[in-house]
Every structure is written in C-alpha cells, then in structure tokens.
C-alpha cells in the first residue's frame, strides 16, 4: 500500500519546516551485490541521507564518469536487473520508508515496457525515476504514466540550459529539480564556483519544487557549501567510489556510512535555513 503522501514530497516538505538540507546519495544498484545495496541504503538512512537514488546498471552509461562505469559494469557483473533492482527496492520497503529514486537509461524502461516499468516500479515502492537520457520534450505519455502511478518525474538541468528551456523542464518535473553542477559526465570537482548558486537562484525564478545540486560533491565541506543555498545536495561519484574499493570487506557498509554520516553532519549542522522557512509550508504540488 502506498503512502498518501509521495515519499519524496513528504521528505521535503519536512526539511522546509524544520528548516533544513536535504542529503541524496547515489549508489549503483548491485555493487558488489544487491544484498548490500539493501543494507547501504537502510544505514545511509541511519547515518542521514534523506532521499537515495539507485543507479540501475547499464551497459553503456554515457553521462557517468570512470567511477560509476565501473559500478554499473561490477552491477551487471553481479547479475543485476532492472526486475532484481524493483525486487531489491520491495525488500527495503518492508524496512524502511526513504525516499528511493531509479536512476537509469530509457533503453532499460524501453525494453522492460515503459507502462509495465512504471507501473512495477511504484508496486515496490519507488517514489521517483530520473532518466538520463529522456529529453522532456518526448516525454509526454511517460509524465502521464508516472503521474497516474503517483511517481514523480525528476528533470535534469544543465549550466548551459537556456532560460526558455528552463522554464519547458520544470512544467515537467515533479519531486525535485536536479541541477547538474558541471559540464560533462558524473565525478569529483575541486571548488563550488559561484556560478552555481547563480544558476539555482535562476532555476527558482521558474518553479517553486526543491533544487538539488550533484556531479561533483566529493566532501563534507563542499556539500555544506551547496546546502547554503540550494535545497539539497546530491554526493554520488565519492560514496561509489568508496565501496568500489571496499567490495566485500566487512568494513563496506559501516566505513560507506561513516561518510555518508560526515555529510549529513555538514549539510544539517551549516547549512542556512530554507528561504521562508519560518512561513507556513507550501502545499505539496498535486500530480
């Protein structure tokens, strides 16, 4: 049975009344395995990530950098499907209620059935998808399908999106709006430019849905930066990374959340509150 509220709404409609940042981690689904997928996710939840996106494994990943490649080949690796990734998801459910976003290619919704994908997708519990490689302008039969399942549709947004092409994705999107700090593919950056907090503050002229910022976060210290103005931060490339190196030691899971725990602690402990935050919360956006 699915909550009344979507996940990923509630989480955030929290975060604005208590005056916070959100943390989304990104992990590839099935590396090493799933079981420890299901078992990063439940003690990422523990350490404070609010939202978790699962990177189904893809052959041929083309906006994702050396590190989460080489997750999605250790995922496929692994035996890992886009059904085995919904199971995995069904099996978390019966212990937690984190947000979970599919991050994936269209091939794989293609080819699974996109009404069938969907459809399964929110049966086990999934709050959101986010396709890498789905322009919204093709995307109207999928919006419908997702609105109808209660899923929220998240759109990326690029430094070099046009204002006008803005304005077309967040009539789109749903959740939240992910903002891809850099040009190019998934991995660490150096320094939080100025120019991000430029572009969010641009990407809230046109909608009033959170603002995630990702690709690149790879410390505590930037994600407390990012959370100063923008509504969360994504960390990805930095946390695969870590269990890359890990594998199947022991020390995965509690070394990946002591981490993940480092973030949370930046973003919650620095972070400026909402803009508005001390006013009522808005009212979640109905699909």
Known sequence: MRPLMNRIDARFRTLREQGEKGLIIYIGAG???LRATEELTLAFERAGADVIELG???????????????????????????????????????????????YLYYNLVHRFGQETFIRQAAA???????????PPEEAEEYDRL??????????????T????????????????????????????????????????????????????VGFGIAAPEQAKQVAAFADAAVVGSAVVDRI?????????????????????EAI????????????????????
């Open 31 to 33: 590396d090493p395995d």
């Open 56 to 102: 189904a494994p893809f052959s041929d990943p083309l906006a994702d950098g050396p590190v989460n490649q080489l997750a999605a080949q250790r995922g496929l690796a692994s035996g890992t499907t886009p059904r085995k990734v919904l199971e995995t998801v069904a099996s978390i459910r019966k212990r937690s209620q984190i947000p979970i976003v599919l």
């Open 124 to 134: 086990s519990g999934v709050d959101g998808l986010l396709i890498l490689d789905l």
């Open 146 to 159: 997702m609105r109808a399942a209660d899923l929220r549709p998240i759109y990326l947004v690029a430094p």
């Open 161 to 212: 999106t046009p204002e006008e092409r803005i304005a077309r994705i967040v009539r789109r999107a749903a959740g939240f709006i992910y903002y891809v700090s850099r040009e190019g593919v998934t991995g660490r950056r150096t320094a939080i430019g100025k120019q991000i907090e430029e572009r969010v503050a641009l990407i809230r002229r046109f909608t009033d849905l959170p603002v995630a």
């Open 244 to 264: 890359g190196r890990l594998g199947r030691s022991p020390e995965l899971v509690p070394q990946t959340a002591a981490f993940v725990r480092s973030l949370a």
């Open 268 to 287: 919650k402990g620095g972070a400026a509150p909402f803009p508005g935050s001390n006013a009522p919360a808005a009212e979640t956006r109905k699909p």
